[in-house]
């Protein structure tokens, strides 16, 4: 009986302790988003170098709400942020920046004119480009969900939108996991 409690007790603390580490949380600007050189092209070669799988690109705009809230409750997190920084560069673009860019062609423009470029109207809008520099995943609006943000980013990272849409790999992983 004492051998059970005692297993018990430990088996609770344990889990309190890694309720404790999913829920830490950090400033999503020094620990999520990665130092924009401007020249997304370098960062998609560094990116390589690195070892990751593809870049991630925030759009966003001053007082957008989906955006507040992403950074406030989800980017914020220390588990979402060490997911996306072992296998993405991370970066954010004010769609009404004047901020110079060069895109992944090589082509300079401001933060304002590439999003229009990309046809981007509504923020938060997050887009992965491979490592070749191709748009593979976008999704418009925010994800209000850690778990779903991080199944984006595993959905990405392994490659499954290569034969699918995020929407069916949802599904079938919640499948998976008996939801």
Excluded: W
């Excluded at 960062?43 to 799988?53: I, T």
Aim: aromatic residues 12%.
């Amino acid at each position: 009986m004492l051998k059970a409690l005692t297993t018990l007790l430990l088996l609770a603390a344990t889990l309190a302790a890694s309720l404790v580490l999913a829920a830490a949380t950090r400033d999503p600007e020094d620990h999520f988003f990665s130092l924009n050189t401007g020249d997304f092209k370098a960062e998609l070669v560094d990116a390589k170098n690195a070892g990751k799988k593809a870049m991630f690109v925030m759009f966003e705009q001053d007082g957008c709400p989906g955006c507040l809230y992403m950074k406030k409750n989800v980017l914020n997190r220390v588990a979402v942020q060490t997911f996306y920084r072992e296998r993405f560069v991370n970066f954010t673009i004010n769609i009404f920046g004047a901020v110079p860019i060069k895109d992944l062609a090589g082509r300079d423009f401001t933060e304002k004119s590439y999003s229009q470029s990309l046809g981007i109207k509504s923020t938060p809008t997050f887009a992965f480009y491979d490592l070749e520099g191709k748009e593979v995943v976008r999704i418009v609006g925010p994800i209000k969900e850690v778990t779903e943000f991080l199944l984006l980013a595993e959905f990405v990272a392994s490659g499954a939108y290569k034969t699918r849409q995020f929407a069916e790999y949802r599904l079938s992983e919640r499948r998976k996991k008996g939801s």
